[in-house]
T-cell receptor, first 111, second 115 residues
Framework: GIQVEQSPPDLILQEGANSTLRCNFS?????LQWFHQNPWGQLINLFY???GTKQNGRLSATTVATERYSLLYISSSQTTDSGVYFC?????????????FGTGTLLAVQP | GAVVSQHPSWVICKSGTSVKIECRSL??????MFWYRQFPKQSLMLMAT?????????EQGVEKDKFLINHASLTLSTLTVTSAHPEDSSFYIC???????????FGDGTRLSIL
């Protein structure tokens, strides 16, 4: 099956710093999503981005589907950005929309 | 819009009992719901895909008789962990979607602890 690898696995930042998280996938995908899982386990949908670039406040994401990777940029990080960031990809056509989650990046933003 | 409610959020029970977890789409009709399991410090693993009115499709390695899934209506899917044991302790998360619509919308998850 498709492999979804994220890097780095762990990241510690000082508040205000910028960072880039990477998601590599081993096969072509129909869709890609980025999630933030907060310390309570809630999954927050950040971006639905099968291709191109999107921005939402301090966050932006770029997916280059032909090269099988996606990047999540966090600027001016805040302590509330701490948690685990997952990318997830959807393979195949039809209506199943089955998502395969990546390995995750654990982010800790220190004050 | 697109709110998914999962209940309960936290449950502790004795080994051997069965536990039912509900996943509801509150403001849309979910033709498909998904159930994921997450162990501590690990990623989410898809357990099964549930389509309204039909049998669930389980991922390889997931015991159908252990994890019973019912999707009887367009707004409700249930996961029942039967005869639960400590190794079934985990974080279970559901998601819901509609045909042709993206993205998936996730519930807040259920922490299951089996003593």
């Amino acid at each position: 099956g498709i492999q979804v690898e994220q890097s780095p696995p762990d990241l510690i930042l000082q508040e205000g710093a910028n960072s880039t998280l990477r998601c590599n996938f081993s096969d072509s995908v129909n869709n890609l999503q980025w999630f933030h899982q907060n310390p309570w386990g809630q999954l927050i949908n950040l971006f639905y981005i099968p291709s191109g670039t999107k921005q939402n406040g301090r966050l932006s994401a770029t997916t280059v589907a032909t090269e099988r990777y996606s990047l999540l940029y966090i600027s001016s990080s805040q302590t509330t950005d701490s948690g685990v960031y997952f990318c997830a990809v959807e393979r195949g056509g039809g209506a199943t929309n089955k998502l395969i989650f990546g390995t995750g990046t654990l982010l800790a933003v220190q004050p | 819009g697109a709110v998914v409610s999962q209940h309960p959020s936290w449950v502790i029970c004795k080994s051997g009992t069965s536990v039912k977890i509900e996943c509801r789409s509150l403001d849309f009709q979910a033709t498909t719901m998904f159930w994921y399991r997450q162990f501590p410090k690990q990623s989410l693993m898809l357990m099964a895909t549930s389509n309204e009115g039909s049998k669930a499709t389980y991922e390889q390695g997931v015991e159908k008789d252990k994890f019973l899934i019912n999707h009887a209506s367009l707004t409700l899917s249930t996961l029942t962990v039967t005869s639960a044991h400590p190794e079934d302790s985990s974080f279970y998360i559901c998601s819901a979607t509609r045909v042709g619509y993206q993205p998936q919308h996730f519930g807040d998850g259920t922490r299951l602890s089996i003593l």
